[in-house]
């Protein structure tokens, strides 16, 4: 069974039995403090197991695109080195939201895998919960009750906390779950060693497929459980597992999943997969990880240095430093697999299909500039290396490898890896420690303490009215606090209704404040979005939290967000008239100030171009286009009307849609009633974020008032400046200009004349010791001047050996050029030579045994070196 095919069985399964078919939610998450990537097939359905909202359908199934790679789950050291973790894979799943429960989970999974999928009933085992006496939970008899109707009892094995408690992360919805594993090894090995004791025992071919939880409980701050308002299944079955056990493959890389990308890796790098293990394991890394990559970035997540971006830069790095270790890759390559990727995953996902040009070159750019960081590094470990066996030592100081990981980015593995090929040995420990120092800083700044909410009142679900009113009277519903090192002690308010807008989707929270019927205030600060509920921040808790409160927007910024909210969708179709439709909103930053706006474009805007797109929103701006907003619109009914909407972003079957004229797109931010609201928009600048991404910056409203005011005071300064009220300030520029080049010009001259006195200079003052014509001499020259005369005195003596020391610009640097008769006679280097002298100005250099330079802080030391210069020639 191919694995489209396989793919299909289960979704249709499921559809059979009332499960609502829905879309996988995006990989990258991006409204969800508490979590970065989807790690689960269930992430997406937090909200109904935690009781914050009901779903439409009380059952569902899915193929979640999942990542394992950061956090409570985190695969990424097995990928490649083992056949069946990968970082990237597909989750199928079915749920249960209150409804049914073991029974008919266990039954149907039973039924899917011997009966559809047609498994041999004799290679399953499955685990239940056995129970932990520390967390005062019992044994799942249930769910063993069950399954004994269905396998023999040798079958069923009891399992402990680590594997079959199943928990999301350190708080939130959890439970005990029962697991199916397969043992998929030969007659022959299934006889000498009983599967059973296989199981949960990292063995490749007895491995875990399926996982069926049974949610039932909430992991609180304290580490205790609380039961959840209802009982939940959350199923999750690895398709890659799954495909590899129906196309009777020993490895996940086997299957028609990975194949085809194997093959290309094969084709480009001539080496052949299934010959030896390390090249094996690089390029399993590779077919890996280009996957996972690919899918962040068509999710909008571009490799980056912080967050989840940085996540995704590590993962590239990591494929990339496989290919250059194992298969001696040191071109980019890496990007040549998308085109396959996309052939073959193009049906299920069409993102990657639509945005393969983009992901192509982010991930060649990438490619690029870090195997540059590994060929500067290389030469960096070089100079450590010779430092270290100068002083005669065979181990290389831990803090200078982390110093070359932590500032670099050159990898730690091939540090070793290196120094192992040279006969030296890595200080681990001193490794470790610079690393522990490292996280525990990082860690200690970062570090969040969320206590649990507290009730107050019952609410089935909070309701949102800020689209229309910007003040209301609420009820605080639920509270907690959060406690961070930078922002200390916060409050998170939940009210019953809200007109405060939570930030999502680019555009930044509202601000305001609350006032209690006894006149107290107290401003919220900031507002976010998380499960599906608003939360309101304080840095105060009010007093009386029972009573009834005002709430009120900070109406003048919520009115500078919509106006920057509305320009940017104007900002959007501008640019794909202009431009062309293959322009796509790659991220957005909404905010009272300013907006920006990220897009995909191969090349930078000329002027001209600009100009079009600021007069086009401004033209809109003019037309006093009305607000059509439509808040129930069906997604299938707003994309059939030319509606826009984002990759990795999630929709549900309703969708709000937002049009001013031609503008139409899925939006659930604050905009104008009319575009004349906007008053005026302004690009204040433009620039590339990633290769094929472009970021315009803009502002509208007052702010475009105060950006002219500014530059119309500058224009003032400038003319204050150059002091010639008769002339125009562009004629005035233009002269000094002329002058300034003038200057210059003669200045080279000058400085000519200058060195050509002092090369006679010099030579004159030669100083013969032992047949050595030595000369020393402080100058103020800048570099350049200096080398062309120390080559040009060493064209006209013999036997020279020249130290140039020189202060100008307050830097401290010593050229040293010796003959090239006297490198070879007398050993002499001029490139050791000069590092030594260094020492005196306090720097260090090198260079060629002929020729070389040192740089230093200290132009005191200068004659300091000149000196042990001389020295060392007499
Ligand atoms: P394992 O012990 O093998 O790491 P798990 O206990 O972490 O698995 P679950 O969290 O229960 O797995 O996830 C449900 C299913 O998803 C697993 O049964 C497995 O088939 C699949 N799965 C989990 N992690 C990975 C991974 N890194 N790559 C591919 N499939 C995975
Ligand atoms: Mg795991």
Redesign the pocket.
């Given at each position: 069974m191919n694995s489209q095919k396989i793919r299909q069985t289960f979704l249709e399964y499921f559809k059979e039995r009332q499960h609502e078919v829905v879309k996988s939610a995006p990989m990258v998450i991006k409204d969800d403090p508490t979590l970065m990537f989807t790690n689960?097939g269930m992430n997406q359905f937090k909200e109904y197991f935690l009781g914050i909202n009901d779903p439409n359908n009380k059952r569902a199934t899915d193929t979640q695109k999942?990542l394992?790679v950061s956090g409570k789950?985190n695969?990424l050291e097995?990928?490649g080195v083992d056949t069946?973790?990968?970082?990237m894979?597909e989750?199928l799943g079915n749920w249960s939201f209150g409804d049914y429960f073991k029974k008919e989970a266990i039954a149907w999974a039973w039924e899917l895998l011997t009966e559809v999928y047609g498994i041999d009933k004799n290679s399953l085992y499955v685990t239940i919960f056995e129970g932990d006496a520390s967390e005062n939970l019992d044994c799942d008899t249930e769910a063993y009750n069950y399954w004994k109707e269905l396998i023999a009892e040798d079958r069923i094995l009891n399992g402990n906390k680590k594997?079959n408690f199943?928990e999301m992360g350190d708080q939130g919805p959890c439970g005990p779950?029962s697991?199916?594993h397969v043992d998929i090894r030969s007659d022959a090995e299934k006889a000498k060693i009983d599967g059973a004791s296989l199981v949960?025992a990292d063995h490749p071919q007895v491995?875990?497929?399926?996982?069926l939880?049974f949610m039932q409980y909430n992991r609180m701050a304290d580490g205790s459980l609380k039961n959840l308002p209802a009982q939940h299944v959350d199923t999750?079955?690895?398709?890659?597992?799954?495909a590899m056990v129906l196309q009777g493959k020993q490895s996940?890389y086997d299957t028609d999943v990975f194949q085809p990308l194997i093959r290309e890796i094969e084709t480009i790098t001539g080496r052949s997969y299934n010959k030896t293990v390390e090249i094996d394991i690089a390029i399993r890394v590779i077919a890996d990880h280009v996957r996972a990559v690919s899918f962040s970035i068509a999710d909008g997540q571009l490799p980056s240095n912080t967050g989840a971006g940085y996540v995704i830069r590590r993962i590239l790095r990591r494929a990339i430093r496989y290919a250059f270790t194992y298969l001696d890759r040191k071109e980019p390559f890496i990007y040549m697999l998308v085109n396959t990727l996309s052939r073959q995953m193009g049906e299920a996902f069409p993102e990657l299909k639509s945005q393969k040009n983009l992901i192509t070159n982010v991930i060649k750019e990438e490619e690029q500039s870090f195997l540059r960081t590994l060929d500067q590094g290389l030469l960096l470990l070089d100079n450590v290396i010779n430092e270290t066996t100068a002083l005669g030592n065979k181990t290389v100081d831990g803090k200078k490898a982390f110093e070359l990981y932590d500032t670099y980015g050159f990898p730690i593995d091939l540090t070793a890896l290196i120094l192992r090929e040279k006969g030296l040995e890595l200080d681990e420990k001193g490794f470790e420690e610079a690393m522990q120092v490292q996280k525990t800083r990082s860690r200690s700044a970062s570090e969040t303490v969320t206590s649990d909410w507290t009730e107050l009142r019952q609410d089935d679900q909070q309701e949102f009215i800020g689209y229309d009113k910007l003040d209301a009277q609420v009820f605080i519903t639920r509270y907690r606090k959060v406690t961070t090192k930078k922002d200390g002690d916060l409050y998170q308010l939940v009210f019953n209704l809200t007109p405060f807008y939570g930030e999502s989707g680019g555009q930044t929270g509202d601000k305001g404040y609350l006032e209690s019927s006894a006149g107290d205030t107290i401003y919220i600060i900031d507002t976010k979005k998380e499960n599906g509920q608003t939360i309101h921040l304080t840095k105060t808790l009010p007093k009386e939290l029972q009573s009834s409160f005002k709430a009120t927007v900070d109406q003048k910024q919520r009115k500078r967000t919509a106006a920057n909210h509305t320009a940017t969708h104007l900002l959007h179709q501008a640019l794909r008239k202009i431009l062309g439709t293959h322009v796509e909103q790659k991220g957005s930053m909404v905010r009272s100030a300013s907006l920006r706006f990220d897009f995909s474009h191969f090349s930078k805007l000329s002027q001209d171009e600009l100009d079009q797109v600021e007069h086009f929103v401004n033209d809109r701006i003019n037309e006093q286009l009305e607000l059509q907003e439509n808040r129930a619109n069906t997604y299938e009914n707003a994309m059939a009307n030319g509606a826009i909407g984002l990759f990795g972003e999630k929709y549900g079957d309703v969708v709000r849609t937002i049009k001013f004229g031609d503008s139409h797109e899925l939006c659930g931010g604050t905009h104008v009633k009319n575009t004349a609201d906007i008053w005026h928009f302004k690009i204040v600048s433009e620039g590339a974020v990633a290769a094929g991404i472009r970021r315009i910056e803009a502002i509208t409203g007052d702010a475009v008032k105060d950006y002219f005011t500014e530059q119309s005071q500058h224009f003032e300064d400038i003319k204050a400046l150059l002091n010639n009220p008769g002339k125009q300030p562009i004629e005035s520029i233009e002269s000094l200009q002329t002058e300034n080049s003038q200057l210059k010009k003669e200045i080279e001259e000058l400085k000519k004349a200058k060195a050509g006195n002092l090369k006679q200079e010099l030579i004159q003052s030669a100083e013969n010791h032992d047949g050595i014509n030595f000369i020393g001499t402080k100058t103020d020259l800048d570099t350049k001047s200096i080398k062309d005369l120390a080559f040009e005195i060493e064209r006209e003596m013999d036997n020279l050996f020249m130290i140039i020391g020189s202060d100008a610009n307050d830097k401290a640097t010593l050229t040293v050029i010796i003959s090239k008769n006297l490198v070879e006679e007398k050993d002499l280097n001029a490139g050791t030579i000069v590092r030594e002298l260094g020492k005196h100005i306090q720097g260090g250099g090198g260079g060629q045994p002929h020729f070389a330079t040192a740089g230093g802080k200290d132009p005191d030391g200068l004659q300091a070196a000149i000196d042990a210069a001389r020295k060392m020639v007499s």
């Open positions: 689960a999942c394992r789950h695969d097995e990928v069946y973790h990968h970082t894979f989750m594997d199943w779950c697991e199916i949960n491995v875990e497929i399926w996982n939880v999750g079955m690895g398709f890659e597992r799954l996940n």
